[in-house]
């Protein structure tokens, strides 16, 4: 089963001279346990793509599917886009937007609160998570205490928080230099692999390309599988 199943999703904005077509009859499959790029120059649609799979945004025709549950038909939402956004999807952005007078522990505790997860359950899960991404020795540390890399660690924590079957991150790299950027998508991979989140990275960063299962490129709204790249051989 897939994680995620968008068929023929499209997507125009504006109207007359003005108007401009960001999806065209796109489809997209992702499994539990896959993480996928999406490549793209700016204004390919590539965001756009994104923001509709995180139900951020109606498509103006097309089907979307979560864990086989159609959420989307015929371009209209289906189901509480709130609720499944909580429970089902985990964000991650270009800045990790932690909030600045929280600690790592307490960043990640008040996405669990959000969701009604308090008490001893929900310490232990968040010290999981940070412990699991790296961050053990950092779970008291504020945001301007820690590196941009572990800020995003701490960023994916959050949104793995509820455990949620799906991750989307819009240019989680892009403010990180090239050894970080590489830490980085390398955990996606590791989280993918590990905990079967399915993964969808919109990136520019072509040096990161060998942590991906499969890597999708968009033109002008219309999306396309690239050959896939081989994994990166074991140490």
């Known amino acids: 089963?897939?994680?995620?199943?968008?068929?023929?999703?499209?997507?125009?904005?504006?109207?007359?001279?003005t108007e401009v077509t960001a999806l065209r009859d796109v489809s997209l499959r992702v499994r539990g346990g896959e993480v996928a790029a999406l490549l793209g120059p700016s204004g390919s649609g590539k965001s756009t793509l994104l923001t509709t799979l995180g139900l951020l945004l109606t498509p103006d025709r097309g089907q979307l599917s979560l864990g086989g549950e159609q959420v989307v038909a015929d371009g209209r939402i289906t189901r509480d886009a709130a609720r499944l956004r909580r429970e089902r999807i985990g964000f991650v952005f270009q800045k990790a937007n932690l909030i600045p007078f929280l600690t790592a522990l307490e960043n990640v505790l008040l996405a669990l609160e959000i969701n009604g997860l308090r008490g001893r359950e929900a310490q232990a899960r968040a010290r999981e998570l940070l412990d699991?991404?790296?961050?053990?020795?950092?779970?008291?540390?504020?945001?301007?205490?820690?590196?941009?890399?572990?800020?995003?660690?701490?960023?994916?924590?959050?949104?793995?928080?509820?455990?949620?079957?799906?991750?989307?991150?819009?240019?989680?790299?892009?403010?990180?230099?090239?050894?970080?950027?590489?830490?980085?998508?390398?955990?996606f991979r590791r989280v993918a692999h590990e905990r079967g989140t399915a993964v969808v990275v919109v990136t520019h960063d072509h040096r990161t390309l060998d942590a991906f299962d499969t890597v999708h490129e968009m033109e002008d709204g219309v999306l396309r599988t690239a050959p896939r790249v081989p994994a990166p051989s074991p140490a």
């Open 132 to 187: 699991y991404l790296g961050l053990g020795e950092r779970t008291a540390h504020l945001p301007d205490e820690l590196s941009g890399g572990q800020q995003q660690r701490v960023a994916i924590a959050r949104a793995l928080a509820m455990n949620p079957p799906l991750v989307l991150a819009d240019e989680p790299t892009a403010a990180l230099d090239s050894h970080r950027s590489r830490d980085v998508m390398q955990l």
């Open 1 to 17: 089963m897939h994680a995620i199943e968008a068929t023929g999703l499209w997507k125009t904005y504006g109207k007359g001279e």
